[in-house]
């Protein structure tokens, strides 16, 4: 099955937005087995639409086009279609009840222009959009079946996920060419790409039927299977052995898999032992509480967070003694310690975790230059531990590496069996 | 003058990647005046990739191919090349040069893989890549001209900005049809955008040379506008024109323009009125402190943040008293008022700023639901202030927007002219 994706607006042409509805199906279909062999970015010029629309059905089975569905003047890819498929526009009566029900709900009086929504090409299938107005519409042309759906993502993916996979799954259960396709994503910190890159190289040929890929979602790497075999067990099968090899070589610094975020891990390790945190952070400003908060529930084990950005405060808040910061700096072991203990004892926590550095792009000393983070934590019962990283690259990148380090830490102290509390 | 972006990569079809190169690009091209009329985007299968080339070349005059030009097996894009053009690849002695020197530079032994780059379509053009291995290839075929560039995004925009914008911009100024085009961003927050439609809907017929678009960026709306006409300077005047109108109907509403970020704009008011600041977030959870601190520079004006996660951190580092907590909860008018007052005292700072509020997706109550906010604003010599908002949708909306409406008062104060510290 050749399956192609056509997306049309001004805004994809100049720059102004990113397609991030096409990744996102790309990937919904690659589950299903199906790789999309291609993308096409076209601008609001009637003969251009027309003549993509043409060319993607003269070579796709399934096509899904997107954006000019709307009510304004700039809306004119049902025209298009129209156009290529050598037939009039026709206002459909569903499509204007739908439209008129739409309106009422929302207590606004319907625009004369919210009719041109209605008008589909003669011939065509409409099927009701459950969050927007303009339909979903479904055209045969060439050899190819067309489904057009708004550009805006929230409606985009609802009809994709809702009416256009269904149907292209049902469909792939006639294909004869079938393959069965099973992926996995394992996602790594601490490990640089080229590196996962070479770890990896002796496994692919004992799995001659997994493909192995590498992506950088930085501070993160993520390695990707994606197992090929003609039947689903097959191809599921290949798959488990290839994660349990990798598994196997990189441990721990495999955080999670697939959709699991990062944040997530280190919230669920923390409940699951019963642990409460604070944090202090300099350099990296807050990020590591509001990663940490970003996560629903978060209260049960976040209790605070000290964003000591002068000296007074991390005095203040995270109990540094001056005379620390007098003989050693706000950017050194001694510091990074005394801030994690600190807060740990002003928030009453099981931890207390502590960021300070250079972030960039001025400061730093000699021994210290920017990029140099020096990371602690504190915990109930065992001796405070502290590392210092040097991180290349700008202030950005210093403090998400930062904050990562800092929570690896942690990580890693909880994966190892942390004393309860 | 047509141009065309050509990207290569499975990731780019299996939803691995979102292509953010070709945004950067076509804006790049569009401050030129020009426009892009397509983006294709085609997965690592060599038919393809040279039936794409075909296409493009019969097509467009400037064509941007990335991706593919590597050293393993799946790098193919230039064999591709030789096969439409239907010459052969030829060893080209300056980039096996280039190699050595790059790989001898960074102390590693050149793989003979290595020397698959420097294969290159016979006849074809080489520059080299200042950031990394692959050159640049500039190949006539058809009407077209190809600029092959790495799909790696460092080496993409460096080859892309430094070599290719140039030839396009002096091929440009040949070209008998070229108009020319002016644009400017207008960045806003607190104004829906089917408010700014609507506002804008009058400007429309007195500015026939502009073109009003809108893109939302939440938790800011920006309007854009784009004017075409004869010679650049009728389209800066049309610009300038429907600028200043822009600006006359959103006030302060529009913070800033083009690539201007929220966070500098708050900095920079700050630091021009040598006022300090102080936070102290609930719901947000450090997401105020780190997007300020992001800003380079920020210790000059941010002293701390408290991240006060807890009841009793809200005691400690904000100063609220336990009777406000008892009597009116940790969600509620007086609290937010005591925690930008706590935290300013605490911090000895012009400002405090606080935020607390149900981000969702459980509690709130019957009176103050998830969405509810509290953002406060102490200030030096002046009463403080506090205001309520409601914010619909999901933990990540309601923080974001929670954060900007604390910062939106912090910024019109500071535009309404301060009391200078």
Not at 392 to 397: K, T
Request: hydrophobic letters at 45%.
């Amino acid at each position: 099955m050749r399956v192609e994706l056509l997306c049309t607006g001004d805004e994809l042409v100049t720059g102004l937005i990113t397609d991030t509805n096409s990744p996102w199906f790309e990937a919904r279909l690659f589950e299903l087995g199906v790789k999309v062999d291609r993308i096409l970015l076209v601008g609001d010029v009637r003969p251009d639409i027309t003549q993509a629309l043409l060319e993607v059905a003269s070579r796709a089975d399934e096509v899904l086009v997107s954006g000019g569905l709307g009510p304004t003047m700039d809306d004119f890819t049902l025209e298009c279609a129209a156009a290529a498929a050598g037939v009039p526009l026709v206002e459909d009566p569903r499509v204007v009840e739908w439209l008129k029900e739409r309106y009422a709900q929302r207590n606004i009086p319907m625009n004369p222009g919210a009719l041109r929504m209605a008008r589909i090409p003669q011939g065509a299938e409409v099927v009701r959009n459950p969050v927007g107005s303009a339909p979903l519409v479904i055209l045969r042309l060439g050899r190819a079946r067309l489904f057009f759906v708004p550009g805006v993502p929230r409606e985009y993916k609802a009809l994709a996920e809702g009416e256009v996979l269904p149907r292209i799954r049902a469909a792939l259960e006639k294909d004869p060419e079938r393959v069965a396709r099973s992926f996995r994503l394992l996602r790594t910190v601490g490990i640089p790409e080229s590196q996962l890159d070479a770890a990896v190289a002796p496994l692919v040929p004992q799995h001659p039927r997994v493909v192995f890929g590498f992506r950088t979602h930085a501070p993160e790497n993520h390695l990707k299977l994606m197992a090929t075999a003609p039947s689903q067990a097959e191809a599921d099968a290949a798959l488990a052995a290839a994660e349990a090899a990798s598994r196997k070589l990189f441990g721990a610094a495999i955080f999670g898999s697939d959709e699991e975020e990062y944040a997530q891990v280190v919230a669920r390790l923390l409940t699951q032992a019963k642990a409460t945190l604070a944090t202090a952070e300099s350099c990296t400003g807050g990020l590591i509480a509001q990663q940490l908060t970003a996560v629903s529930g978060a209260s049960t084990f976040f209790m605070g967070g000290a964003v000591s950005y002068s000296e007074k405060m991390k005095m203040a808040w995270a109990g540094v003694p001056a005379a620390v910061l007098e003989r050693h700096t706000a950017v050194s072991r001694e510091t990074a310690v005394a801030m994690a203990e600190g807060v740990r004892a002003a928030c009453g926590t099981t931890y207390g975790l502590s960021v300070t550095g250079y972030a960039g792009p001025t400061g730093g000393t000699l021994e210290d230059p920017v990029g140099t983070v020096y990371c602690a934590l504190a915990a109930e019962g065992s001796p405070t531990r502290c590392e210092r990283f040097s991180i290349m690259g700008d202030r950005d990148r210093v403090r998400l590496f930062a904050a990562t380090s800092a929570l690896e830490l942690l990580r890693h102290h909880l994966l190892s069996g942390p004393s309860a509390s």
